[in-house]
């Protein structure tokens, strides 16, 4: 399907001021700096690759931000923990110029199932942000709308008192 030029733009402004998405519990104001800004350079690279033809999806550095908030909220599961160390080596490699995360906790690679879970996790989280800039865009609106009908009111006497 298509994309529509106001969708694309609506994307591309989203790059930017679309929130990022953590785990429940407190701890995203602890996000490090750089996976922010890589956040911001992923989703510019996703939005290229989906203005492409390719389906749009959450991004690496997002999948890593979620994941180091939801470890810091509960103990994870061995496969999650696995999925969290391989993305987020994939993320930091990239932030760094090709820095690498210590041998000892290093993931090169994961099953199938895990991969499913992490592109699962991808995708809901792009759904989460579409919909948060959805509803911030909805909201505006709404409340131009609302503006312009108490500004004609205000405008427009009335016809009758009665």
């Not at 389906?55 to 931000?65: F, L």
């Not at 503006?147 to 009665?162: G, I, S, Y």
Request: charged content about 30%.
């Amino acid at each position: 399907m298509a994309k529509t030029t106001s969708s694309m733009i609506s994307d591309l402004v989203g790059t930017f001021s679309d929130p990022i998405i953590v785990f429940p519990g407190g701890w995203g104001d602890t996000l490090p700096e750089w996976i922010k800004t890589q956040i911001t350079l992923e989703r510019l690279a996703e939005n290229m690759r989906a203005a492409h033809g390719g389906q749009p999806t959450g991004t690496d550095a997002e999948a890593t931000a979620y994941l180091y908030t939801a470890s810091l909220t509960a103990p994870m599961s061995d496969d999650w923990t696995k999925i969290y160390l391989y993305v987020a080596g994939k993320t930091y490699a990239r932030a760094n110029r090709g820095g690498q995360i210590p041998e000892d906790i290093k993931v090169d690679s994961l099953s199938e199932e895990q991969m499913a879970d992490l592109n699962r996790l991808k995708e809901w989280l792009y759904c989460q942000r579409a919909r948060a800039r959805q509803d911030r865009e909805r909201a505006e609106r709404r409340q131009k709308k609302e503006e312009m009908a108490a500004r004609m009111k205000v405008a427009q006497p009335a016809l009758f008192d009665f």
